[in-house]
């Protein structure tokens, strides 16, 4: 069974600029999760998804931030300026249903804002 | 506000020894408590996990200790291997699909 796939690895910006981060959840699940993950901290939470409609995105900055998850399958984070203060690995992560409490996560994409 | 407190920041251990990792939390409405394991450059992934109506959880070398009415959980690395080496996560999440509320993390080392 094919895992959480990320796209892209790593990327290096300046600030003010925009970056996209794509996420394709394991097939077949119906919630996706968006993490942030500052260096030396556990990851927190961004936006929750289930299907394509936002559960939870209380945490996310959405003067910068935006999410979407159209068709319910793939989703995209996007960062637009982005600050010094966003350098993070941004990890996606997907679970089978609304009822699953085991979460699944992608290698993460590493971000570094200059 | 750090709804999980994590302890150590990191752990040195001889390989073959016992990892011990606490973490306290205040939020009585957690009901599911994971620990997730993770190495460099790689995402978290799910080691073991516990819900309250258990003291106990044991899988392989890992068990998961929970203590309801202090509010703490811990994990116990028995026979502990350098493979072992990565950052140990606990979580907590309360009833209804709501997201993991994540510690800060233990940089665990075993050295031969």
């Known amino acids: 069974e094919a895992g959480v796939a990320q796209s892209p690895r790593y990327k290096i910006i300046e600030k003010r600029q925009s970056v996209a981060f794509w996420c394709n959840p394991i097939s077949g699940h119906a919630t996706l999760y968006w993490y942030q993950q500052i260096l030396g901290q556990g990851p927190k939470l961004l936006i929750q998804f289930q299907n394509n409609g936002v559960v939870d995105d209380s945490q996310l900055p959405k003067d910068r931030f935006s999410a979407e998850r159209l068709k319910g399958v793939d989703s995209t984070l996007k960062i637009q300026p982005a600050k010094l203060e966003d350098s993070a690995v941004y990890l996606c992560?997907?679970?089978?249903?609304?009822?699953?409490?085991?979460?699944?996560f992608g290698p993460g994409t590493r971000l570094t804002v200059l | 506000q750090q709804q999980v407190k994590q302890s150590p920041q990191s752990l040195i251990v001889q390989k073959g020894g016992i990892s011990i990792i606490n973490c306290a939390y205040e939020?009585?409405?957690?009901?599911?408590f994971p620990w997730y394991q993770q190495f460099p450059g790689k995402g978290p992934a799910l080691l073991i996990a516990?819900?309250?109506?258990?003291s106990e959880k044991k899988e392989g070398r890992f068990t998961i200790s929970f203590n309801k009415s202090a509010k703490q959980f811990s994990l116990h690395i028995m026979d502990s291997q350098p493979g072992d080496s990565a950052t140990y996560f606990c979580a907590a999440s309360t009833r209804g699909n709501t997201p993991l509320v994540f510690g800060k993390g233990t940089r665990l080392s075993v050295i031969a």
């Open positions: 939020n009585t409405a957690f009901d599911y």
């Open positions: 516990i819900r309250p109506d258990v």
């Open positions: 992560a997907s679970s089978l249903s609304s009822l699953s409490r085991e979460q699944f």
